[in-house]
């Protein structure tokens, strides 16, 4: 039975049961039912609303009317009466009715509140947590500053002396050394983040055959790991073939997940890193039998400002884990981070795509690349605000026949534009003096005078989803995310530039 039928079925009930109940004390009531049938009237409207409610004063009315005396008959008195009950009824279920609605009111608002203070109390939490992060974080690089600092400062106060023998000397600059490098790789990961707030991180592409990067990171972290008489091993599959990536970030990568590794593994433990191929994909990882992570914490493993909490450095700012996730995905893989608990160690696992599939009997080898589609005869207006990117884009398409027109902002790309009419247009999205949308809303402008549509490309280190989607709405007709080899790059400029006419 629905909600609606039943609220009416309850009006009938009371109806009933007050009738049968007037009826039995009929003889000591003495005509005076009209209170028991507006008891039911009122319990059908507190059950179901006013609509229950003029059903069980309908039905009241008949039945006082018709069953109890003074029976109904046309006189004035009878009118009169059966009036009275009518609107006293109908007012009994209009009132409850009202009451009946303020109170669920009165529920929702309360739910309301609740509801809202529930969320103000987590967007608090938050707020502090993150503070606390800050102010862990602060004291945390305040820490990692003073502690080589201080010394260098006293190794170097001791040199000033003169008063060392050779191996004292050796020693002090060999410990000067050390803390200098500590120094510039705290700071090389305070501008990584930097660069990767920023969407400034830059990336050189290229094919690197993983097993090189592979040993060239195991041969860096080697003394460390043999200090601490860790046992490292290591089983590369040599025929995994190449991937896509900048040599030095991809080492990076491995670097830091190896140091990791030794870092929170205890003396005499073991570190265990893998590569093999998983269909178009290489598998990179890390396993280790150190402190593990609890699986609270395991999710905010790559939180900035916060992995510290999740596995709490001995030394470090404890930003690497996060720098290397961003690595990660901007060349196209994925990372996750796997640990059965506290005290059981961890494993990292990293996927990158391959370049190509090598075929079954190849060996491994670096593919010779591609040289890009031909550009002959055609304009294309760079326009790039970074000095090295600059120089790529110009020297890649003019070896493939292109003229190429160079502006560092969106005001001399515009002005550019007017005066020289370029086939295709290859636009940055971040420049000095105005964005890359609002430099293809004034092509399109421009271009809508002219009754032509020139080609138009966003080039942009943004690859999110959210940032394709506004590139389009703009006016870019494609959104390629850096980096890009040039003859990827090459590819979309001959497809745009093929499909259109040429400009007047």
């Not at 049961?17 to 008891?39: H, I, K």
């Not at 970030?249 to 570190?271: C, E, H, W, Y």
């Amino acid at each position: 039975m629905s909600v609606g039928l039943r609220t009416y079925a309850v009006a009938v009930a009371a109806v009933a049961g007050v009738t049968v109940l007037a009826l039995a004390l009929r003889p000591a009531l003495q005509g005076a039912v009209s209170p028991l049938f507006l008891a039911a009237v009122a319990v059908a409207c507190a059950y179901g609303g006013w609509r229950p409610g003029f059903v069980a004063t309908a039905l009241s009315l008949i039945i006082t009317e018709a069953v109890f005396p003074p029976f109904f008959s046309l006189d004035t008195a009878s009118v009169v009466r059966a009036g009275a009950f009518a609107v006293v009824g109908l007012l009994t279920a209009l009132l409850f009715a009202r009451a009946r609605d303020a109170r669920a009111r009165a529920e929702a608002l309360a739910r309301a509140r609740e509801e809202l203070l529930r969320h103000e109390q987590a967007a608090r939490a938050d707020a502090e947590t993150a503070g606390r992060s800050r102010d862990e974080f602060l004291a945390t690089l305040s820490h990692e500053l003073r502690t080589p600092l201080n010394a260098l400062m006293g190794w170097i106060w001791w040199l000033r002396r003169g008063s060392f023998d050779e191996e004292r000397r050796e020693r002090a600059l060999e410990t000067i050394e050390r803390n200098t490098t500590s120094l510039a790789q705290l700071i090389e990961g305070l501008l990584d983040i930097s660069r990767i707030i920023t969407g400034k991180l830059r990336i050189s592409a290229s094919e690197v055959e993983p097993a090189a990067v592979v040993a060239a990171a195991v041969e860096a972290v080697q003394p460390a790991a043999a200090a601490k008489s860790i046992a490292l091993s290591v089983d590369v599959d040599e025929t995994v073939g190449p991937v896509v990536a900048d040599p030095d970030r991809l080492q990076q990568i491995l670097s830091n997940l190896l140091s990791n590794a030794v870092k929170f593994t205890p003396d005499k433990g073991r570190v265990d890193l893998t590569l093999r191929r998983a269909g178009s994909e290489a598998v990179l990882e890390v396993r280790d039998s150190g402190q593990g992570i609890s699986a609270a914490r395991l999710p905010h493993v790559f939180d900035r400002f916060r992995q510290a909490d999740a596995r709490r450095p001995i030394t470090g700012l404890g930003l690497g884990l996060s720098i290397v996730r961003h690595l990660v995905e901007v060349h196209g893989g994925t990372i996750r981070a796997e640990s059965p608990g506290e005290g059981q160690g961890a494993t990292f696992t990293v996927t990158l795509p391959l370049r190509a599939a090598a075929g079954a009997d190849a060996s491994p080898a670096m593919a010779p690349r591609a040289q890009g589609p031909r550009l002959d005869d055609l304009r294309i207006l760079v326009v790039e605000d970074d000095a090295d990117a600059r120089l790529w884009l110009k020297e890649s398409l003019e070896s493939l026949g292109a003229g190429v027109l160079i502006a560092t902002s969106a005001q001399e790309a515009f002005e550019t534009f007017e005066r020289e009419t370029p086939h295709v247009l290859v636009s940055d999205i971040r420049l000095p003096d105005a964005d890359g949308y609002a430099l293809i809303r004034r092509v399109r402008a421009a271009d809508a005078a002219r009754g032509w549509q020139t080609p138009a490309i966003a080039l942009t280190a943004y690859p999110r989803v959210e940032d394709r989607a506004r590139a389009l709405e703009a006016g870019f007709q494609i959104h390629v995310p850096k980096p890009v080899a040039p003859d990827e790059l090459a590819a979309v400029i001959a497809s745009l530039a093929g499909r259109s006419e040429d400009p007047p």
